[in-house]
């Protein structure tokens, strides 16, 4: 089975921190959440106090753990970071709460992960700062109370309905949606990341790029990468003829689509007649993950107006059947 992950969606973590937003001023789109966050962590320092816990949610690469660096940076405190897969037993939450720093900062990415049995562990400690442990087994069992260190935590998720009532009802920092980039905030970023990267790029490339980066930051980072490469490579200055060429080899069209995601909408075409299709069958189809294909190909294309969900499962638009025979 294939991980869900987008080709164009990983950047090597040393590029990826130097890119990575370091101030609110250069964190770009998602005004509205920016505004709100802002106003919990101002209104916490005033107090004195750790602001209360946030959660996130939206398709990959459009700023959740940024968010996550930039609380921990505007509180000055401490970030600790793991994944919903990662705490897979009690103990395992256990020991990362029972040893935190007081003020810590918690980011927990893909935080629908968890098993419920953890989540449940996780009320008091969200609720009431203590963490519940039972000692023992049968009649000789006994709880423990242990009193953690003021933290907050930030979560992170692709798929908030995965997450269970209780647990989203304890984020009373808020709950936030994060949508796809407009083109104009994708210029402003693929522009700042082509600078940090020393790159001579015209206002005509930095436009390509971000017309092609699937509304996504990441993408577009990672797009902006690659283009580079080709670029060294071919011993050729950026420009709109070369990042064409580029794009031929990469495999990516004027939408921003790559050959998995053609492969997908032909395969819905050709092997369902267009849908309506379940998402497992179409995952035996495409020998994919069914999470890779709720989380990395349909999104961009629900965005395109390409495919729709339906009742009953997806189904070819008539702009998609317009793509596939163009």
């Given at each position: 089975m294939s991980t869900p992950s987008d080709p164009l969606s990983s950047l090597p973590p040393e590029v990826d921190a130097a890119l990575r937003p370091t101030h609110w001023d250069n964190y770009v789109g998602q005004k509205q959440i920016k505004a709100n966050v802002r106003i919990a962590i101002d209104a916490a320092?005033?107090?004195?106090?750790?602001?209360?816990?946030?959660?996130?949610?939206?398709?990959?690469?459009v700023g959740k753990t940024t968010l996550a660096y930039l609380v921990a940076t505007t509180l000055e405190s401490p970030l600790k970071t793991t994944s919903g897969v990662a705490?897979?037993?009690?103990?395992?939450?256990?020991?990362?709460?029972?040893?935190?720093?007081p003020n810590t900062v918690l980011f927990i990415d893909e935080i629908h992960r968890l098993s419920h049995k953890i989540e449940e562990l996780l009320y008091p400690a969200l609720e009431s700062g203590h963490l519940d442990i039972i000692l023992g087994k049968g009649p000789s069992a006994r709880?423990?109370?242990?009193?953690?260190?003021?933290?907050?935590?930030?979560?992170?998720?692709?798929?908030?309905?995965?997450?269970?009532?209780?647990?989203?009802?304890?984020?009373?920092?808020?709950?936030?949606?994060?949508?796809?980039?407009?083109?104009d905030d994708l210029k402003d970023i693929v522009a700042r990341s082509a600078s940090l990267l020393g790159l001579d790029a015209p206002n005509e490339v930095i436009a390509l790029v971000a017309a092609r980066s699937r509304a996504t930051p990441r993408v577009a980072n990672s797009l902006l990468k690659r283009v580079r490469d080709?670029?060294?490579?071919?011993?050729?200055?950026?420009?709109?003829?070369?990042?064409?060429?580029?794009?031929a080899l990469f495999g990516i069209d004027e939408l921003g689509l790559t050959k998995d995601d053609r492969r997908y909408l032909t395969t819905l075409e050709e092997s369902?007649?267009?849908?309506?299709?379940?998402?497992?069958?179409?995952?035996?189809?495409?020998?994919?993950?069914?999470?890779?294909?709720?989380?990395?190909?349909?999104?961009?294309?629900?965005r395109l107006g390409l495919i729709e969900r339906s009742l009953r499962g997806r189904v070819l638009t008539d702009r998609g059947r317009a793509y596939l025979a163009a």
């Amino acid at each position: 089975m294939s991980t869900p992950s987008d080709p164009l969606s990983s950047l090597p973590p040393e590029v990826d921190a130097a890119l990575r937003p370091t101030h609110w001023d250069n964190y770009v789109g998602q005004k509205q959440i920016k505004a709100n966050v802002r106003i919990a962590i101002d209104a916490a320092k005033k107090r004195g106090s750790m602001p209360e816990h946030l959660l996130f949610y939206g398709p990959p690469g459009v700023g959740k753990t940024t968010l996550a660096y930039l609380v921990a940076t505007t509180l000055e405190s401490p970030l600790k970071t793991t994944s919903g897969v990662a705490i897979e037993r009690a103990g395992d939450l256990a020991a990362i709460l029972t040893n935190l720093e007081p003020n810590t900062v918690l980011f927990i990415d893909e935080i629908h992960r968890l098993s419920h049995k953890i989540e449940e562990l996780l009320y008091p400690a969200l609720e009431s700062g203590h963490l519940d442990i039972i000692l023992g087994k049968g009649p000789s069992a006994r709880t423990v109370e242990l009193a953690l260190p003021p933290f907050t935590l930030v979560g992170a998720t692709t798929k908030v309905a995965a997450l269970s009532g209780p647990l989203r009802s304890r984020f009373g920092g808020g709950t936030y949606q994060l949508d796809f980039y407009s083109d104009d905030d994708l210029k402003d970023i693929v522009a700042r990341s082509a600078s940090l990267l020393g790159l001579d790029a015209p206002n005509e490339v930095i436009a390509l790029v971000a017309a092609r980066s699937r509304a996504t930051p990441r993408v577009a980072n990672s797009l902006l990468k690659r283009v580079r490469d080709f670029s060294e490579v071919r011993e050729r200055p950026l420009s709109t003829e070369l990042c064409e060429e580029a794009y031929a080899l990469f495999g990516i069209d004027e939408l921003g689509l790559t050959k998995d995601d053609r492969r997908y909408l032909t395969t819905l075409e050709e092997s369902f007649r267009g849908g309506p299709a379940g998402v497992r069958a179409l995952a035996a189809a495409l020998h994919e993950d069914p999470d890779t294909i709720e989380t990395v190909y349909e999104p961009y294309l629900l965005r395109l107006g390409l495919i729709e969900r339906s009742l009953r499962g997806r189904v070819l638009t008539d702009r998609g059947r317009a793509y596939l025979a163009a």
